[in-house]
């Protein structure tokens, strides 16, 4: 008998201290993520990205395989077109060593001259001019670094 009690009171204990815990539970909701707000998103300008690319990068004394990052860099932040990237990564050599560097900015104009030299397409011309002018705001980003 005294233990048919006990449990009795037992269990109404329980169902009393578990239905007051969830009311009154100040941490209920501290594991609850804050909805996110436009003011509470951090996002990185195009000119920021640029800005430090630019800076680590200097494309007068840059190595094939520098490029090669360099240029992923760029159209993994969508700076430039998968078709700029062909025109800024077209080999300058056949034997180039990929860990030399060399002037890219550079060979890229003698490209240019070259292509207009030989009547390229208007369009393939228009591609070298948009590396070349890539080309010159990551130096002028690398200068100011």
Known sequence: MIN???SNISHSVLQASS??????????LS????????SSIVTI????KLADIGSRYDVTNISQNEM???VSELVDNELISS???????APRSMNLDPEVKHDLLASTHKTL?????QGTSAEDIKNIERA???LEKLQELFSKA
């Open 83 to 89: 078709t700029d990237s062909l025109y800024l990564m």
């Open 113 to 117: 001259a070259f292509a207009k030299e």
């Open 31 to 38: 594991n609850a993520r804050p909805a996110e707000t436009p």
């Open 45 to 48: 300008s195009p000119e920021a």
């Open 132 to 134: 070349v002018d890539i």
């Open 68 to 70: 090669g990052v360099m």
């Open 4 to 6: 048919a009690n006990i």
């Open 19 to 28: 239905s007051s815990a969830v009311k009154s539970n100040p941490y209920a």
